[in-house]
């Protein structure tokens, strides 16, 4: 499961989770943030002329690289970048005139989030998830950068996107969309950022046309 590695406190809330099962029907949920969103129609840039691209992506915690990580969301960034339509063929194979997108997918630890949730954890635990919970949230900041061409100036992008976890019956209201799983939380949040961050670097003016 992604979020084993994703997810800062997942470990410690999935035990919470076993732990409660007989008296309880909770469980953690996974909300991805609604404040980026889908690409608005109005606002999609699609490229005259798709050339292929080689995408080099690298998932990091607090700025490290994360090879598990990476492992399982490399194919995910490929099929969003895929599902954008502005290359003819998008891989990990270097590309004919050397175009290639470089992805960091960096997931930042805040300190004092991560202390508050754990003092949450702790109280969420002992009354079985039914009288607290825990809301944690990953911040993740990914940087984009395109190059069309060997020895051309990177067109570069920054986005930002998070993913929340709630555990036990915190009555709070998550500003999010809730999805099955931690995976498929994942997935849409892997999405979400790169269409945003392809579609800016295709807008941008230094893109070939």
Do not use: C
Request: proline share 6%; aromatic share 8%; hydrophobic share 45%.
């Amino acid at each position: 499961m992604i979020h084993q590695f994703v997810t800062r406190l997942a470990a410690l809330l999935a035990a919470m989770a076993l732990i409660a099962a007989p008296q309880s029907a909770l469980a953690i949920r996974y909300f991805v943030a609604n404040a980026l969103g889908e690409v608005k129609p109005a606002e999609k840039v699609t490229a005259a002329k798709p050339k292929p691209v080689q995408v080099l992506f690298e998932f990091q915690r607090d700025g490290k690289p994360n090879a598990r990580a990476t492992k399982v969301v490399a194919p995910w960034a490929i099929d969003a970048i895929k599902g954008t339509g502005n290359f003819t063929t998008v891989s990990d194979a270097p590309a004919p005139d050397g175009a290639i997108i470089s992805i960091k997918f960096n997931n930042l630890v805040i300190k004092e989030e991560l202390d508050k949730a754990k003092s949450q954890a702790f109280g969420a635990g002992l009354s079985f998830g039914l009288l607290g919970g825990v809301v944690a949230t990953d911040h993740y900041v990914v940087t984009i950068e395109y190059v069309a061409a060997t020895g051309a100036t990177p067109i570069r992008t920054e986005v930002r996107h998070e993913l929340i976890s709630k555990y036990g019956n915190k009555n709070v209201e998550i500003p999010g969309t809730e999805y099955k799983n931690a995976d498929e939380a994942v997935k849409v949040l892997v999405r979400q950022a790169l269409d945003h961050g392809i579609n800016t670097i295709v807008a941008d003016p230094a893109f070939p046309k």
